[in-house]
């Protein structure tokens, strides 16, 4: 019997009941869905609509379904239509006409909007601890790299000298950024639907502000027909999943490109990688191509979500059923995709030597070539001209600047003397820099000891219980 049968003088088409069925994905959150039940009898009985004597029946019934749930004694199966009526039901089974009450005061509209927040809530904080430890990954790294040279790029070409380390620290940053926007997210949602009723609220005196209080939420929703119809945390959500899949991609793009032979700046373990059944010699970075590819996914759940929602009008209506599929799959797939590069990341081997050589032969201290000639005299632009001369000189002589002949340079400008080489040389090139944001080893030194400082301090992923903890 569904909880809405009265109505109704004949049973639901089969096609119908699962089409309209959600319990194949929404079972994904029973935790949820039995703590906001724990919470709603605990109201309920603090507002004398409940009896002490059926809170307790109530709350025993709860805690041995969650139990059962968890340890496989109870399975959940498909014949109920969702989550909660599945609940439900096998409470009145266990414990008779007083599991009938547990759905006093409330809607299976504000019921769901509840638990899809208690999901989304609990697994923001399982993603800011995976992202934590990628930061952690790559602060370690970066610690590691503070003197190994490699160039930077603008267009895919060569420009300037850089360090590995103040490469990473540019991914440190964009992840630090996607902490900040789930945490922001977190903070915007937190405000509790139960009691909203399907639109309307209801005619029984709840206490809204203690059911969040349980529920940890910093106070009840002010709207009960937004409360219902909002999916504005999902959006979010999935715009911040889909940033954060956009840095993976990129990331995985620069290692897809430093792991081949041209390149050699990296080299992926084999733990990370796969080989041909057609090639024997091919060593392949597909988890990074994975990881690349499946932020088209996740960028596809938000775009499902957005159209889903474009035309729809208050208060609550069946579309919304389609948030939580494409959400729990953009979730699992985000939370896959973070273990696994860490993993990857954490086990790459960087080609010091490969990397420095790279930057040398790549005409990327040529700037600071033409800064020494600023330094001695030679206005900037007249001093651009002749550095781009000698750089066809390097390449008709097919040599570095650090290579060409001092009579080459003096011909070029009279400027020139034996220390361009110094002034040139990769480490002074790196060294010189050393502005805020700048590579160079004292400022590199400062923001990764903010970084270390920032991994340090207590933040959401410390601070509050995800999925695994007590109802």
């Known amino acids: 019997m569904k909880l809405w049968g009265g109505r109704f003088t004949k049973e639901t088409d089969q096609l ?48 041995s379904i ?22 439900e ?11 009938k009450k547990l759905h006093t005061g409330r809607s299976r509209n504000d019921q769901v909007a509840l638990d899809m927040k208690l999901y989304t809530r609990d697994e923001i904080v399982v993603i800011n601890c995976l992202l934590k430890t990628l930061l952690t990954e790559l602060l370690r790294l970066a610690e590691l790299h503070k003197e190994t040279f490699m160039p930077g790029f603008t267009h895919l070409q060569k420009a300037q000298p850089v360090t590995l380390a103040h490469h990473l620290s540019a991914y440190f ?21 139960l009691g909203a009723g399907a639109l309307a ?16 939420f910093d106070g009840p929703t002010r709207n009960s027909m937004d409360s219902v119809s909002d999916r504005d945390y999902i959006i979010e959500l999935l715009s911040a999943l889909s940033t954060i899949m956009m840095h993976l991609s990129r990331f995985c793009e620069e290692i897809i490109v430093w792991n081949t032979d041209e390149y050699r700046f990296v080299e992926l373990d084999d733990a990370y990688s796969t080989g041909s ?29 957005l159209t889903t929602m474009k035309g729809l009008p208050l208060a609550y209506n069946k579309d919304m059923q389609e948030d939580k599929e494409l959400t729990f799959d953009a979730l699992d797939t985000v939370k896959g995709c973070i273990s696994l590069f860490t993993g990857m990341l954490s086990t790459t081997k960087f080609n010091r030597s490969v990397m420095e050589a790279s930057a040398r032969n790549g005409f990327t201290n040529a700037t600071d070539a ?13 001093a651009h001209g002749i550095i781009g001369q000698l750089v066809l000189s390097c390449i008709d002589l097919n040599c570095s ?22 002034a040139i040389r990769m480490k002074n090139c790196v060294e010189k820099r050393n502005t805020i944001g700048a590579p160079g080893l004292q400022a590199m030194s400062e923001v990764l000891s903010s970084y270390r400082e920032y991994l340090d301090t207590m933040n959401l992923c410390d601070t509050i219980r995800t999925e695994g903890g007590e109802v």
Request: aromatic share 10%.
């Open 16 to 63: 119908v009941h699962n089409f309209n069925a959600s319990i194949s994905f929404d079972q994904k959150f029973y935790r949820q869905d039995i703590k906001g039940s724990i919470a709603h009898v605990f109201m309920l009985e603090k507002q004398e609509i409940l009896t002490r004597a059926e809170r307790e029946k109530l709350l025993e019934g709860l805690d």
């Open 66 to 87: 969650l139990r059962d749930i968890e340890n496989g004694s109870l399975t959940i199966d498909g014949t109920q239509e969702d989550i909660h009526s599945f609940v």
């Open 89 to 99: 039901a096998n409470l009145i089974k266990r414990i008779g006409e007083t599991g």
């Open 173 to 193: 940053e964009m992840f630090v950024r996607d902490r900040s926007r789930l945490c922001d997210i977190y903070q915007r949602m937190n405000y509790c639907p």
């Open 201 to 216: 609220g209801t005619t029984y005196p709840l206490d809204r502000d203690y059911t969040a209080t349980l529920l940890d």
């Open 277 to 305: 059944s057609i090639m024997p010699q091919k060593k392949n970075p597909d988890i990074a191509e994975l990881i690349r590819g499946k932020t088209g996914r996740v960028y596809g759940a938000l775009v499902s979500i």
């Open 370 to 382: 033409a800064d020494y000639l600023v330094n001695h005299g030679v206005p900037f632009r007249d």
């Open 401 to 422: 600047l650090d290579e060409l002949p001092l009579e080459v340079y003096r011909a070029a400008s009279p400027a020139f003397e034996a220390d361009i080489y110094d």
